[in-house]
């Protein structure tokens, strides 16, 4: 074997070395381009199902205020009519009672 076909086997080997380091970078570059298209796929399901959660969680609390402000009102109004009641069994009773008042303040008893 002479020197030149040595030197001609290295440059061969060379040029398969080069080669495969460039095939070595284009395959790095597309798992790359992938992993980061996966990456924003996660990244955009995670978002999805974090906003529909906290849609949820939103829904049953607005459901369980309107049912609480539902009830308050429930019982709000039963303390009104409650006191209406009161008041106007009581209101004849204050107006005699004022009636006398005055009636007595005034000497025309």
Known sequence: MTMQDVLQKI?????????????AKAEAAKRLEKAEVEYEAIVKRAVSQAKHKAETIIEQGMAGAAASAEEIVLQSDAECAALRQRASSRLNAAVKLIRERIMTRDGRS
């Open 11 to 23: 440059k061969h080997a060379e040029t398969q070395a080069e080669q495969m380091v460039q095939a």
